[in-house]
């Protein structure tokens, strides 16, 4: 009998060892969740206080943006122009132009130009 209660004794320790390793091992990469858990809640805040600042802005950005929408089919008909003239080729007129014809955009009024 002395035998057994030895070895239930060894055995409830083997256990507890074990749990107890386990509970460390289980705590430690808890602690790493949460300081990884806390470094993105930072992160997640400064991203919010810089949408914050960008928010009023986007009237201008997109005003701004439409102007130059706007003014890219005339800066394409400048660079069609200069391409035929500065072309080797002077008899093909239509050197720089797309298949679908010249580009025409019905916001030159937005930048300015007025078609002659």
Not at 2 to 30: D, H, P, R
Not at 31 to 42: P, V
Not at 73 to 96: D, W
Request: glycine share 6%; charged share 20%; aromatic share 6%.
């Amino acid at each position: 009998m002395t035998t057994l209660v030895v070895l239930t004794v060894v055995e409830i320790v083997l256990l507890i060892a074990g749990l107890a390793f386990f509970l460390y091992w289980t705590g430690s990469l808890l602690t790493r969740i949460a300081t990884n858990l806390e470094q993105c809640d930072e992160h997640v805040r400064d991203i919010v206080d810089d949408a914050r600042a960008i928010k009023p802005g986007l009237e201008h950005v997109n005003r701004s943006g439409g102007v130059v929408a706007a003014a890219l089919p005339l800066l394409y008909g400048f660079a069609e122009q200069i391409v035929v003239k500065v072309s080797p080729n002077p008899q093909r007129a239509a050197v720089a132009r797309p298949a679908a014809g010249r580009r025409r955009s019905r916001m030159h009024e937005a930048v300015g130009y007025r078609a002659r």
